[in-house]
């Protein structure tokens, strides 16, 4: 029952879902329709796993201090998600775009068999978008711990 009770556990949930919520409603500005799907993708703006990760680093440091070895494992856990989100996790995103192109580019020229499903695309981000994740995780920790600070 400890962990209903941790704080710093609860912050970067509430930053994850933010940013996943966030998500929706900004594509439905982009597209002009929800699309649900978005709530549990990976990739886009903000990147949710850059909220967490920074949420949970900042909600470390504000429970345990920011010299504290605690919030250096989080921060480093946290960079080291934000580079891979911008680094191995887009590039590999990039790389089944042009699949997909080629595949639908062959498809046409054969004409022949079922086309194979697609490969999903929407896997990294641009640094943008994990900097606005980081800073939307950074303020909810904030948030969390100065308008309900720890007994």
């Not at 989080?74 to 934000?82: D, E, G, K, P, Q």
């Not at 054969?110 to 943008?128: D, I, S």
């Amino acid at each position: 029952m400890e962990l209903l009770a941790n704080q710093v556990f609860w912050t970067a949930i509430l930053a994850n879902f933010l940013a996943q919520t966030l998500k929706l409603f900004l594509y439905y500005l982009l597209e002009g329709r929800f699309q649900w799907e978005r709530f549990l993708e990976t990739g886009g703006m903000p990147s949710s796993h850059s909220a967490t990760v920074s949420a949970l680093a900042m909600g470390v440091g504000f429970q345990e201090g920011f010299g504290s070895t605690l919030f250096a494992v989080a921060a480093i856990f946290a960079l080291i998600v934000m580079y891979d989100a911008t680094g191995i996790r887009r590039a590999a995103g990039l790389h089944a775009q042009l699949l997909n192109q080629l595949v639908q580019e062959l498809q046409q020229v054969l004409q022949k068999g079922p086309a194979p499903e697609p490969l999903k695309e929407l896997l990294g981000h641009t640094y943008l978008e994990v900097l606005v994740g980081a800073l939307l995780g950074a303020l909810v920790a904030f948030l969390s711990f100065h308008l309900f600070p720890a007994a």
